[in-house]
């Protein structure tokens, strides 16, 4: 949990993903990645903002009072949490819970500076420097001062499934132990939502993985089932674990920001791809 430099040379998950949401902060390393990777899999473009329209669409079930049709939860955990963009998790779940309380948990430094910008001033919001896969991060002075265990959390893990190895070594945890940290031991009503780009093909999708890799961005690529086999224990609420772009869509859902003119040709192309963003929430 100690800080990071800012390495411009190397590019990182959270600044790509960034890109592909209309978000200024990047590199040319993060740029260059892209544009190199979109020709052989121009899906990426589309699933990424899939993913984020999928956050919104969960955020929201997860905070709104029952009597509303959703969970009632109003402490949030969010890991991974890449740079801020528009509807963001504290942002959406106070639309429905005035005290909801939300940490942002992250390894990238970038990001934390823009979140610690963004969240100056709101107590009930924080953002802390950590990475997911350290038990560590669960005793984070700033985590235990906002989050309590005793009552039901929310914790997301959305489109880091894949950055999660199953047996990474040097004292972190595994996938599955992952993803299960704090829904396992969290209070009865606690909900996880997770997600990861999936291939029904397992040899595009190692072609995929092996293309991220190799950019010193750490992948390990699944399969649908192979993925719904890291959350097994859960329940998963209707419709179950899908391509995201099916979870309970919302033709009324906010847009995101325009994507940068570069993006464009790979717009539009994840169309019956068998390459997507698949997830879900799940209670235990």
Request: hydrophobic letters at 40%.
């Amino acid at each position: 949990m100690t800080s990071m430099e800012i390495d411009g040379s190397i590019p990182h998950s959270a600044r790509a993903y960034g890109w592909m949401l209309g978000l200024k902060d990047n590199f040319s390393a993060d740029r260059k990645f892209l544009l190199d990777l979109l020709p052989n899999f121009p899906e990426c473009l589309d699933i990424a903002r899939q993913n984020r329209q999928f956050l919104y669409r969960a955020v929201s079930y997860l905070a709104a009072p029952p009597d509303q049709g959703g969970a009632g939860i109003s402490q949030f955990i969010d890991f991974g949490c890449g740079l801020p963009s528009g509807d963001n998790v504290h942002q959406v779940a106070k639309r429905f819970s005035a005290d909801a309380r939300v940490v942002y948990a992250d390894i990238d430094p970038i990001v934390l500076a823009h979140g610690r910008a963004l969240l100056a001033e709101d107590e009930s919001t924080v953002i802390v420097q950590a990475d997911m896969r350290d038990p560590a991060v669960l005793r984070h002075p700033d985590l235990v001062r906002l989050i309590d265990f005793d009552q039901p959390v929310a914790v997301l893990y959305l489109s880091v499934g894949h950055h999660l190895k199953d047996d990474p070594g040097g004292g972190l945890a595994g996938a599955r132990d992952t993803l299960h940290a704090v829904i396992d031991h969290a209070a009865p009503g606690s909900h996880i939502a997770a997600s990861q780009v999936v291939c029904d093909d397992p040899v595009r999708g190692h072609a995929f993985g092996t293309a991220i890799d190799a950019a010193g961005i750490p992948w390990q690529s699944r399969t649908p089932e192979e993925f719904a086999a890291l959350l097994d224990g859960l329940t998963s609420l209707s419709p179950g674990l899908v391509n995201l772009k099916e979870w309970r869509p919302d033709p009324g859902q906010p847009p995101l920001p325009a994507i940068d003119a570069a993006l464009r040709p790979f717009e539009g192309r994840a169309q019956g791809s068998n390459l997507y963003e698949y997830g879900g929430v799940l209670t235990r």
